[in-house]
């Protein structure tokens, strides 16, 4: 019973190609995110949805675009990738922004090499 | 932006011995998050703090929120080898902002 679950698990691709990863929770949450962790094991945020609609958008390039069907899944689009790209990207969810106890839980990582 | 300083860096211990890690942060967090990652996986959460003073404990593990709303500490007594990984903090606002802030980890390695 897989809480958050993310594909592919590993992705490798040439630089300048357009990629996706897609990510599903089942746990009823209503936000869900877009985290990168580069090769230093540093995390960070990348984007926040809550219900479809885009919430948290940090400093990144225009080439990724997070698109959200429904409130379970949150897609990640990667265009042009550049080699700088390659890192583990997670996505994750918690309960509605509003609420007090906010826990964020993970997927397992995809991790994208680009060459 | 927000940073947390999170300390040691790394930790390499004796099976049995107790551990402890510390964030610091140079402003005001709500809620304070202890997360473990191990080798391909996602951070799971361990505990999560919530006020200001809060005492939690999770099995062998027991953290704290500082006073200030600037620093919270993990310990880990009693280790065993299945400890290892990396430990994170995170901060969060809370209210309109739970956007995680997080630290930069301690990987802890466990001497069977």
């Known amino acids: 019973d897989t809480a958050v679950s993310q594909t592919p698990k590993y992705l490798v691709t040439q630089m300048g190609n357009d990629k996706s990863i897609k990510c599903e929770q089942n746990l009823g949450h209503d936000t869900m995110y877009w985290y990168k962790q580069d090769s230093k094991k540093f995390l960070k945020i990348m984007f926040s949805?809550?219900?479809?609609?885009?919430?948290i958008n940090e400093t990144v390039p225009n080439r990724f675009s997070p698109k959200s069907p429904d409130k379970a899944h949150l897609n990640l689009h990667i265009n042009s990738l550049e080699l700088g790209d390659s890192a583990v990207y997670f996505c994750?969810?918690?309960?509605?922004?509003?609420?007090?106890?906010?826990?964020?839980?993970f997927g397992p990582g995809t991790r994208l090499t680009v060459l | 932006g927000q940073q947390l300083n999170q300390s040691p860096q790394s930790m390499f211990i004796q099976e049995g011995e107790d551990v402890s890690m510390n964030c610091t942060s140079s402003s005001i967090f709500n809620t304070w998050l202890w997360y473990k990652q191990e080798p391909g996986e996602g951070p799971v959460l361990l505990i999560a703090l919530y006020k200001a003073g809060e005492l939690t404990s999770n099995g062998r593990l027991t953290a704290q929120f500082g006073i200030t709303r600037k620093d919270s500490f993990l310990n880990i007594s009693a280790s065993i080898p299945s400890d290892v990984g990396i430990y994170f903090c995170?901060?969060?606002?809370?209210?309109?902002?739970?956007?995680?802030?997080f630290g930069k980890g301690t990987l802890l390695t466990v001497n069977p």
């Open positions: 994750a969810s918690s309960r509605d922004r509003g609420t007090e106890r906010n826990e964020q839980f």
């Open positions: 949805y809550n219900n479809k609609e885009l919430i």
């Open positions: 995170a901060g969060q606002l809370g209210g309109s902002n739970y956007k995680l802030t």
